[in-house]
């Protein structure tokens, strides 16, 4: 099983970013991203279901929004009016029908003010 990420990097506050992910080796039952602010707790950002049913943490609601397509096993995480609160280590999971999830190796976003 392995994920791969892509599509961090630098912004300008209020810019936009989006983040993908792709599995292998998996039957997706959902995929999704935490973040990791510095100095902070690990925090749920977003995840959609093989039904194609989004989830957002309440700060991001309206700012993110997630996309993904199970049979090809892909995710995408698109950010919106970015502010210097969401820099952080975006890491994407896949959540299996049965096991464990599967994360990635975090990819950096920095919100530059």
């Known amino acids: 099983v392995q994920l791969v990420e892509s599509g961090g990097g630098l912004v300008q506050d209020g810019g936009s970013l989006t983040l993908s992910c792709t599995a292998s080796g998996i039957r997706v039952y959902a995929m999704g991203w935490y973040r990791q602010c510095p100095g902070k707790q690990v925090e749920f950002v977003a995840s959609i279901s093989h039904d194609d049913t989004p989830n957002y943490a309440d700060s991001m609601q309206g700012r993110f929004t997630i996309s993904g397509d199970a049979a090809k096993k892909t995710a995408s995480l698109q950010m919106r009016s970015l502010r210097s609160e969401d820099t952080a280590v975006y890491y994407c999971?896949?959540?299996?029908?049965?096991?464990?999830?599967?994360w990635g190796q975090g990819t950096q976003v920095t919100v530059s003010s």
């Open positions: 999971y896949a959540d299996p029908f049965e096991g464990q999830p599967t």
